[in-house]
């Protein structure tokens, strides 16, 4: 039986891939790589096509609407696509090994590990072997030149979509926060770190390691911006 890779591609400049990921796709018969919108790109393959040949092999895009997911159950259309995509991964693994390229680092709000969890329950048995990548928050943290987590620090990995009482306690307790998918709440979250006094120790960044890279110290003025989906807010206090 060949075997199934979830591959991170890292968080969108091409040499933050890394040499494992990138050989391990180059002898992948197949990719079948992840997108959120049926007419758009995907992000994870835009990465990888300038690094390797794909002519001789066969790529196919499968769109993942970008619907809520709790506790391991999506809507009826997110279940749909992740079993179209773990069939398509099965019909594919009679020709070769198999690579689905996701951005950043597979074990981070990817729906890599929605597609392994859907294969497993139609093929206990197969193999499926996941290679990390840089994450979007590591390559936020290089760019902005502050550490994550130093010494005795918490540091807490949360989506900015929680309640604000949710996120007002963790932004309370921990040393070290990452806000991730932050476009679509921006406002909301200025305020809240305005009331709690964190606004100065916030930095958004956007876009990390791609064309259109952006840092920003100044989050009123970020949240008035058509901030891109690709935007992370970090806040080291
Ligand atoms: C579905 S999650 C994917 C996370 C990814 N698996 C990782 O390891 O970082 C999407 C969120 O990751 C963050 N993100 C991904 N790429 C980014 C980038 N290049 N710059 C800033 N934030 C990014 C944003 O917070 C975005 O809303």
Known sequence: MNTFYI??????DPELITVKGLRT??????????????NGDSTALGIVKGLMDLDNKKVIEVCFPMHKVENGKGTQEVEAAWREAAQLILD????????FPTLGDPAVYSTGFYVYATLKEMA?????????G????????????????????????VPA???????????????????MKVHNVMDRLVALLDELDLL???VCYEQCGMAGQKVHTNLRA???SDLHYFSTIIIRK
């Open 161 to 179: 979509t929680f309640d604000d009482q949710r996120l007002g306690q963790i932004l309370t307790s921990c040393d070290s926060v990452v806000l």
């Open 25 to 38: 796709m180059e002898n992948c018969a197949t990719l079948v790589a992840p997108k959120a919108k049926v």
């Open 92 to 99: 594919h693994l009679k020709d070769g090994d198999v690579a």
């Open 124 to 132: 206990p048995d197969m193999e499926i072997k996941i290679i990390p």
């Open 200 to 202: 100065d120790r916030a």
């Open 7 to 12: 591959i991170g591609t890292g968080p969108g």
């Open 134 to 157: 840089i994450t979007a928050m590591s390559c936020c943290s290089a760019i902005g030149n502050q550490p994550l987590c130093l010494g005795g620090e918490i540091l807490t990995v």
């Open 222 to 224: 970020a949240a008035n």
